[in-house]
């Protein structure tokens, strides 16, 4: 069965960091492209950050940009969300999810999808 589990969300002050992780079971991530999206409460999920299925290329919604990296772990079958500097607008719900070939920034285009994790950035 595939599955992607998300962990390591959590509560956190502004200006905080959190790492989140994505393991894959049931498939090797060695030939998909991962993206993370997130879903805060009434606003549609957006697209944060995808990595190739190689590691070689990333790309960030430009909110982001400077404070978030994607990295890839083919060995362990998962995939991190960096995030740093965190700020109140990057609370939601986060997920990640997984696309055989290239990744897109439109989350119509992704196969599959975990259940989310939420971030919380609050003092």
């Known amino acids: 069965q595939v599955q992607l589990v998300e962990s390591g969300g959590g509560l956190v002050q502004p200006g905080g960091s959190l790492r989140l992780s994505c393991a894959a079971s049931?498939?090797?991530?060695?030939?998909?492209?991962i993206g993370w999206f997130r879903q805060a409460p009434v606003k549609q999920r957006e697209f944060v950050a995808r990595?190739?299925?190689?590691?070689?290329?990333?790309t960030y919604t430009d909110s982001v940009k400077g404070r978030f990296i994607i990295s890839r772990d083919n060995a362990k079958n998962t995939v991190f969300l960096q995030m740093d500097s965190l700020k109140p607008e990057d609370t939601a719900v986060y997920y990640c999810?997984?696309?055989?070939?290239?990744?897109?920034?439109?989350?119509?285009?992704?196969?599959?999808w975990g259940q989310g994790t939420q971030v919380t950035v609050s003092s």
């Open positions: 990595i190739n299925w190689g590691g070689s290329d990333t």
């Open positions: 999810a997984a696309r055989s070939g290239w990744g897109f920034d439109d989350p119509k285009w992704w196969s599959y």
């Open positions: 049931g498939f090797t991530l060695d030939y998909y492209a």
